[in-house]
Nanobody, 114 residues
Framework: QVQLVESGGGLVQPGGSLRLSCAAS????????MGWYRQAPGKQRELVAQ???????NYADSVKGRFTISRDNAKNTVYLQMNSLKPEDTAVYYC????????WGQGTQVTVSS
């Protein structure tokens, strides 16, 4: 059993920053990829950013240059630094872990509004 706990969401004004964290615990044998997805009301869940075990990263075009994903392998934790936030970044953000299965967190709300 793998548990993913996200934190760091909240309300921020346009142009502001937030840092999301996702800590994995439980029966983790190997992590291939950790990533962040988001789902806005009425829209499908979409990839935001992901990072492989070797450190390679992949970003959605809409967040390139504004968001940075990183991970602490010793802590089984992945981070998403979000800068220059826009109202269209408003969504529930989910953490995903691929390794010994496909695991998802419960989600954390990010709202960008003035």
């Amino acid at each position: 059993q793998v548990q993913l706990v996200e934190s760091g969401g909240g309300l921020v004004q346009p142009g502001g920053s937030l840092r999301l964290s996702c800590a994995a615990s439980g029966s983790i044998f190997r992590i291939f990829v950790m990533g962040w997805y988001r789902q806005a009301p009425g829209k499908q869940r979409e990839l935001v950013a992901q990072i492989a075990s070797g450190g390679s990263t992949n970003y959605a075009d809409s967040v390139k240059g504004r968001f940075t994903i990183s991970r602490d392998n010793a802590k089984n934790t992945v981070y998403l630094q979000m800068n220059s936030l826009k109202p269209e970044d408003t969504a529930v953000y989910y953490c995903r872990l691929l390794g010994g299965g496909d695991h998802w967190g419960q989600g954390t709300q990010v709202t960008v509004s003035s």
